[in-house]
């Protein structure tokens, strides 16, 4: 098989700088799933069609492509919020009282969410139901490798939706999706025919986008908010999972509350940017680097009366 011809390595120029351990938490802290590291401490990984490989240098993030290919800094560059607009958005959340997102935003500088391709993350999500980010990577990378468009090197990018929807049985089964195939394939056969899902999807309301999603095969709360938030950039999002469980149950003492519950108080505490707030202390539980425990003012936790709109399903 041809190895890949990359590019000498050049300057990454972001607005922000992106530390070593910043940049392992963005590209394998559970936001995406197709980037590998080696021991040299390069970063290998493909989005969307975009093959490239990052690292941190003396002088910040370097990056390199496949030769010949000229859009792989502009790619990354949006990839990875080079303009720095997320920078401003951390400066509007509540850590100049909140101890515990301020140690968090602390021990991650720099970290953004990525810009996704909705397709990608709707596809890493559906598989990531009750596994760890290490088994969705294989899952994923397997899906490519089986059904996906050969893009040089052994890579390869994410099977369309039309390829998904006509896979085997055998296929699907070499991916070890387990029940996850289902979902897959439902969801493929909804939206193969629909060739502007995405742009029809980015045009609506969060809380539509968020019922929209739901109504997908595989796709419940907790889904649809990580594909709001990592595919749609909808940074309002916040997805409860057992790491932000288990962060906001031990550092803010919500012991016991209800997923739901807990998104609602995200999304009012936080403001517009929840879902970068929920990166920082999902990263920051991970690590074992919680801040804990914190006492937030009892208006910010007391129960809130139920809403008579539209309930999410």
């Known amino acids: 098989m041809k190895a890949v011809a990359w590019t000498a390595w050049r300057p990454l120029r972001l607005a922000d700088p992106v530390p070593a351990q910043t940049l392992r938490e963005q590209l394998d802290g559970g936001q995406a799933f197709r980037w590998n590291t080696a021991e040299d401490g390069v970063w290998t990984g493909v989005f969307g069609r975009t093959v490239a490989g990052v690292r941190a240098g003396s002088n910040g993030l370097e990056w390199r492509g496949v030769v010949g290919v000229s859009t792989t800094e502009a790619a990354l560059q949006s990839y990875l919020d080079a303009a720095g607009g997320q920078a401003g958005l951390v400066e509007t959340l509540p850590w100049r009282s909140d101890a515990v ?151 803010y003492g919500f012991h016991g509350w209800a997923p739901a519950r807990l998104e609602e108080f995200g999304r009012a505490h936080f403001g517009p940017a929840a879902g970068l707030a929920q990166q920082y202390l999902f990263a920051a539980a991970r690590a074992g680097r919680l801040l804990q425990p914190f006492a937030l003012p009892a208006e910010v936790v007391k129960p809130r009366p139920k809403s008579r709109g539209r309930a999410r399903r």
């Not at 994923?140 to 998904?164: D, I, K, M, R, Y």
């Open 101 to 251: 997102l301020r140690a968090a935003i602390a021990a991650n500088p720099g970290l953004r969410i990525l810009r996704q391709d909705p397709h990608e993350a709707l596809i890493g999500f559906l598989c990531s139901s009750n596994k760890r980010i290490l088994q969705i990577r294989q899952m994923v990378a397997q899906l490519a490798t089986t059904l996906g468009e050969p893009l040089g090197g052994g890579l390869h990018a994410l099977p369309t939706w039309a390829q998904l929807a006509a896979a085997t049985d055998s296929q699907l089964k070499a991916c070890a999706l387990g029940y996850r195939a289902a979902f897959l394939r439902g969801t493929a056969q909804r939206l193969q025919s629909r060739p502007h899902w995405a742009e029809e999807f980015q045009a609506l309301t969060t809380a539509d986008l968020l019922s929209e999603l739901q109504g997908l095969p595989g796709v419940g709360p907790k889904v649809a908010a990580c594909v709001a938030l990592f595919g749609f950039g909808r940074l309002e999002s916040f997805p409860v999972d057992t790491w932000v469980v288990q962060a906001l149950a031990g550092a």
